[in-house]
């Protein structure tokens, strides 16, 4: 499993150049079956955020990668769950 590191001011870019950031990682990774991605410097994040994070989800299984999401914050997960994509990603506590 590939590891990700997310950095902190990723939630502000704007739609297409969040897009553009996980669509590079597909490609960088595209060898291997499964990426975990590091949400330990991220804050918050944003519907916008959330809508790239799907985008970078249907690449990766177009290509056969899965994605687990770790050391995500509590307040972050229950936008995961509250939006229902708890269901969706695999999703790891901050520890």
């Known amino acids: 499993m590939k590891e990700i590191f997310l950095e902190k001011e990723l939630h502000q870019f704007d739609p297409v150049a969040l897009r553009y950031v996980f669509s590079n990682i597909i490609e960088e990774h595209n060898d291997?079956?499964?990426?975990?991605?590091?949400?330990?410097?991220?804050?918050?994040?944003?519907?916008?955020?959330?809508?790239?994070?799907?985008?970078?989800?249907?690449?990766?299984?177009?290509?056969?990668?899965?994605?687990?999401?770790?050391?995500?914050?509590?307040?972050?997960?229950?936008?995961?769950?509250?939006t229902a994509l708890d269901r969706i990603f695999n999703i790891n506590l901050l520890k």
């Not at 410097?41 to 994070?53: K, N, R």
Request: proline share 2%; aromatic share 14%.
């Open 32 to 82: 291997t079956t499964a990426i975990a991605v590091d949400f330990a410097a991220i804050e918050y994040v944003t519907g916008i955020f959330l809508g790239a994070l799907m985008f970078f989800l249907k690449k990766a299984w177009d290509r056969g990668i899965t994605i687990e999401l770790v050391n995500v914050r509590p307040d972050i997960e229950k936008i995961f769950k509250l």
